[in-house]
């Protein structure tokens, strides 16, 4: 099985900072990888898709990169809606696996 | 317009059983391989289970296997999760959802207690 490790599982920023969060899959998964936004009681939403595809309709603030082992999101300039926990997703094989996910607060 | 929308949630017994629903609309439902994901209060997201458009393949997570079946009615565009045997660490949110393409239901919940 895949293992997807996620880091870090928590942080604190300000809005107007740079944000960079890390997937880490314990094999490779070519670009089978996507990003998911969630807030509290909502359901999630797809950010990015084939590891740096922007979903349409997401802010340009928000990107991906990596292939193989190692991805990164990246929010560009924080803004206040973004605070929310984040997951990524190898769907490259089964199981599929998500990352433990990075809760982002407000500084 | 992609709609999913879940229902047969509610409280289970543990040992017992419950099936969840999903209907479909605003695509070809046959097309598409479709998921369960499930995420316990307070915590991160789990992948449940998938299943090919034509029923060919079905997949499980090993927490699962063997207690859950996932299938589905191409005539009716739904799928469905059977849970037997529930256990009080089932308690989740269940979403249904189109994977790959980002699609989600808004979620049922199945509450595992005696």
């Known amino acids: 099985d895949i293992q997807m490790t996620q880091s870090p599982s928590a942080m604190s920023a300000s809005v107007g900072d740079r944000v960079t969060i890390t997937c880490r899959a314990s094999?490779?998964?070519?670009?089978?990888l996507a990003w998911f936004q969630q807030k509290p009681g909502k359901v999630p939403k797809r950010l990015i898709y084939?590891?740096?595809s922007l979903q349409s309709g997401v802010p340009s603030r928000f990107s991906g990169s990596g292939s193989g082992t190692e991805f990164t999101l990246t929010i560009s300039s924080l803004q206040p809606e973004d605070f929310a926990t984040y997951y990524c997703?190898?769907?490259?094989?089964?199981?599929?696996?998500f990352g433990q996910g990075t809760k982002l607060e407000i500084k | 317009e992609v709609q999913l929308v879940e229902s047969g949630g509610g409280l289970g017994q543990p040992g017992g059983s419950l099936r969840l629903s999903c209907a479909a609309s605003?695509?070809?439902?046959?097309?598409?391989?479709m998921s369960w994901v499930r995420q316990a209060p307070g915590k991160g997201l789990e992948w449940v289970s998938t299943?090919?458009?034509?029923?060919?393949?079905?997949y499980y997570a090993d927490s699962v296997k063997g207690r859950f079946t996932i299938s589905r009615d191409n005539s009716k565009n739904t799928l469905y999760l059977q849970m037997d045997s529930l256990r009080a660490e089932d308690t989740a949110v269940y979403y249904c959802?189109?994977?790959?393409?980002?699609?989600w239901g808004q979620g049922s919940l199945v509450t595992v207690s005696s």
């Open positions: 959802a189109r994977l790959t393409a980002g699609y």
């Open positions: 605003g695509f070809s439902f046959s097309t598409y391989g």
């Open positions: 299943i090919n458009g034509n029923s060919d393949s079905t």
């Open positions: 094999q490779g998964i070519a670009n089978s």
């Open positions: 084939t590891a740096s």
């Open positions: 997703l190898q769907h490259n094989s089964y199981p599929y696996t």
